[in-house]
């Protein structure tokens, strides 16, 4: 018999077929019906009713929505700096040579992310309780004031933290990845050229970083203005700070499945796919024109 050849149009067809299948059930397909909800709007008197961009010029005017963004923006502020700066310097240090049980630390620092964001967050309100926490406990046994991890002034920081804890070895990782591959040679030279393990690590490693630097920044980007796991669990311990548009992630769940306002919902995980999108090509735009000058 004789042998079917299958030209290399074809296998690559094949074997990318899978993926585009999916992509196109699991991503686009919900993407174009939640765009299609977002144009049309339920009324008690005549039923579901299409209005066009009524439900975007409402969301765009929304307070709550709008707050909820700039919380979101403030959190990306706030957190992610710090995240990357200790992935950094993690990385930095294994890569050095110089750091006793290397593989035990590094180990210790990707853990966090290993576990589940949901008992990450239910781990640490416990922590932060202020009822039966440590913290609290420990406050009550030295007669101090127990801070109040959840209250206000702290809560955002608190929520940093927590996201800080389980993300900071996955970035690690990334940084440490992109440091391997880098040509010996390039040390070698700097060495040659008198730089110390300071002047490496600014002049050499840093540079090189600079494309895993923007990959880790953008995955923050949608990380953070996807924030939903961490205010939603630590919700129930602080009712009264954290409502129903703490974070516009939240703020569309509640519409959905709370308040039943399918369509209102859809619009605004419409719109809030778009601010990342928008954020996110603003920031590579910077980084490519940064790193042309």
């Known amino acids: 018999m004789r042998a079917v050849t299958m030209g290399p149009r074809r296998a690559g067809a094949m074997f990318v077929a899978p993926f585009l299948a999916l992509f196109l059930l699991l991503f686009l397909a919900p993407l174009g019906y939640a765009a299609y909800l977002s144009l049309f709007q339920h009324r008690l008197i005549g039923g579901t009713v299409f209005v066009g961009l009524d439900n975007y010029l409402k969301a765009v005017t929304d307070p709550v929505f709008l707050r909820g963004i700039a919380r979101v923006a403030t959190f990306f502020v706030i957190q992610v700096p710090v995240m990357l700066v200790l992935a950094l310097v ?6 050095s ?7 035990v630390v590094r180990l210790g620092i990707f853990v966090p992310y290993a576990v589940p964001s949901v008992v990450a967050a239910l781990m640490w309100g416990y922590l932060y309780g202020p009822d039966y926490g440590p913290f609290a406990q420990l406050g009550r046994l030295l007669r101090l004031p127990a801070p109040d991890f959840l209250g206000g002034s702290w809560l955002l920081g608190s929520l940093a933290n927590v996201v800080t804890w389980e993300f900071v070895g996955y970035n690690m990782i990334i940084l440490y990845a992109a440091l391997r591959t880098i040509s010996p040679d390039l040390y070698e030279a700097a060495a040659v050229d008198g730089a110390g393990a300071w002047r490496i ?15 880790t920044l953008l995955f923050s980007v949608i990380g953070s203005f996807q924030l939903f796991n961490e205010p939603k669990l630590l919700q129930p311990l602080a009712p009264s700070v954290i409502d129903s548009g703490y974070t516009a992630n939240l703020y569309a769940y509640s519409l959905a499945f709370t308040g039943q306002q399918v369509n ?28 042309a000058v």
């Not at 993690?90 to 890569?95: C, G, M, P, Y």
């Not at 209102?264 to 490519?288: E, K």
């Open 90 to 95: 993690f990385a930095l240090a294994l890569d």
């Open 264 to 291: 209102y919902a859809a619009t605004v995980s419409f719109l809030l796919g778009l601010v990342i999108v928008a954020v996110s090509y603003g920031f590579l735009l910077a980084s490519n024109r940064r790193r």
């Open 201 to 215: 690590a600014w002049s050499v490693k840093l540079p090189a970083l600079r494309p895993a630097l923007v990959l």
């Open 97 to 103: 040579g110089l750091l006793r049980l290397a593989r």
